[in-house]
């Protein structure tokens, strides 16, 4: 039972720098989600995906990009990597709408820009 | 500012007490869930209330959706260590599409044995 599957785990950047955080899911979910999560805070949205080919901006999406060219795969990119992007990103998934579905949330990506 | 606000921001009390921590907005919300969150690892979820006034029983844990849907309360009785983590509401606006689900800060909550 994979579920929710986040990579790499723990990254260090350094500024100007940029990656990719993978994200996979396998229960063949339409909704997909990239949160982040500064210490001791909430959860913020940065983007979501309603469906393959489908995506939109959240409540922080500036310097980040995603693609969904597959229902399985959501990856996030990071471009010129910033202090102020130093967080937890979480992948998160559900069957539909939050609105009464579960939402399934992987183990977390900590990333540290230097 | 913050949609959904969670009070206390922290809270600290020892085993067999009661506690009550409440998620406040003034949006109406179609849903509201629950969820704890323990270091390192993503948030699970606890319960999702979908009507005004519900209220939903989880073993020691009460939940409570405002009959206008713009506030919850999370009620613990007799708390054990166990109950240690970070309580997090999320909602998902009523005059949305209905896809976004934006998060409390949370509650930090130590139960001390």
């Known amino acids: 039972n994979a579920g929710v599957t986040q990579t790499p785990k723990f990254r260090i950047l350094k500024i100007g720098q940029s990656m990719t955080l993978q994200c996979t899911q396998d229960?063949?979910?339409?909704?997909m989600y990239w949160y982040r999560q500064d210490p001791g805070m909430g959860l913020k949205l940065i983007y979501y995906?309603?469906?393959?080919?489908?995506?939109d901006k959240g409540e922080v999406p500036n310097g980040y990009n995603v693609s969904r060219s597959t229902t399985e795969d959501f990856p996030l990119r990071l471009e010129l990597a910033a202090p102020s992007q130093t967080s937890v990103y979480f992948c998160a998934s559900s069957y539909s709408t939050p609105s009464g579905n579960t939402i399934y949330f992987g183990e977390g990506s900590w990333l540290t820009v230097v | 500012t913050q949609l959904l606000e969670q009070s206390p921001q922290f809270l600290s009390i020892q085993e067999g007490e009661n506690l009550t921590v409440y998620c406040n907005s003034s949006?109406?919300?179609?849903?509201l869930q629950w969820y704890r969150q323990e270091p390192g690892e993503g948030p699970v979820l606890l319960v999702t209330?979908?009507?005004?006034?519900e209220v939903k029983k989880l073993k020691r844990l009460t939940f409570q959706f405002g009959d206008a849907r713009k506030d919850s309360s999370l009620h613990i009785t007799a708390a054990q260590p166990g109950d240690t983590g970070l309580y997090l509401c999320?909602?998902?606006?009523?005059?949305?599409?209905?896809?976004?689900?934006?998060f409390g800060e949370g509650t930090q909550l130590t139960v001390n044995p």
């Open positions: 949006s109406v919300f179609s849903s």
């Open positions: 229960m063949n979910h339409n909704y």
């Open positions: 995906s309603v469906g393959a080919g489908i995506t």
């Open positions: 209330v979908v009507t005004g006034g």
């Open positions: 999320a909602g998902v606006e009523a005059e949305t599409s209905g896809s976004r689900l934006t």
